[in-house]
């Protein structure tokens, strides 16, 4: 398996502008959690979802914070209007029911200027 | 609720010598408990975990952590640091629920290496 696959790994866009980042669990992995990773805050779980339904999402920052988990094999985290404060490393993490241990994507690091 | 504490947000350590990684957690519940390492621009990776039976848990790369629940303890030592060991270690804390077992970090603690 290729693991956890986000992307893009790197964005770059401006204040105001929308920006989606995607995830691709591992296949049969049935919980997705995002996080995202500052040098002020560490990482801090947005939202976590199990067989594609959001169990908690309250650390979503604000409404311009939103998730989507459509099927079993994809997700989106989505920011608009994106502001300079957004910038982080988000990432996507994965697991089964069965198992303890989640496994993490590669990130992507989000810049907004 | 649950929270993570990780003593020294960097440390030094020289090569060959022993690294020790604190790391304290609160729980309602017996937790589930975890180690994780981030080499730089990487995800994080599974060093070892905790979640019942012996106490003492060996890991990846070496290293091993001793989960007391008296001291709600959970750090992480390995007798000799070798050069590749210098990157971010994350300690974490899970409750188990029927669905979900979310993870709550700690701050995170950088390792350097001197040679």
């Known amino acids: 398996d290729a693991g956890v696959i986000q992307s893009p790994r790197h964005e770059v866009t401006e204040m105001g502008q929308e920006v989606t980042l995607r995830c691709k669990p591992i296949?049969?992995?049935?919980?997705l959690f995002w996080y995202r990773q500052t040098m002020m805050r560490g990482l801090e779980l947005l939202i976590y979802f199990n067989n594609n339904v959001p169990i908690d999402d309250s650390g979503m920052p604000e409404d311009r914070f939103s998730a989507k988990m459509p099927n079993a094999s994809f997700s989106t985290l989505k920011i608009q209007p994106s502001e300079p404060r957004d910038s982080a490393v988000y990432f996507c993490?994965?697991?089964?029911?069965?198992?303890?241990?989640?496994?993490f994507g590669q990130g992507t690091r989000l810049t907004v200027v | 609720a649950q929270s993570v504490t990780q003593l020294g947000s960097h440390v030094s350590v020289s090569e060959g010598a022993l690294v020790l990684l604190r790391c304290n957690y609160s729980?309602?519940?017996?937790?589930?408990l975890f180690w994780y390492v981030q080499y730089p621009n990487q995800g994080l990776q599974l060093l070892l975990k905790?979640?019942?039976?012996?106490?003492l848990v060996k890991g990846i790369n070496g290293f091993e952590a001793e989960f007391k629940k008296s001291e709600t303890s959970f750090h992480l030592t390995k007798p000799s640091a070798h050069m590749s060991d210098a990157a971010e270690y994350f300690c974490a804390v899970s409750e188990e629920r029927a669905a979900g077992n979310k993870l709550t970090f700690g701050g995170g603690t950088r390792v350097l290496v001197k040679p």
């Open positions: 729980s309602s519940v017996p937790p589930y």
């Open positions: 905790y979640t019942t039976g012996a106490t």
């Open positions: 296949s049969g992995h049935n919980s």
């Open positions: 993490a994965t697991k089964s029911d069965g198992n303890t241990e989640a496994f």
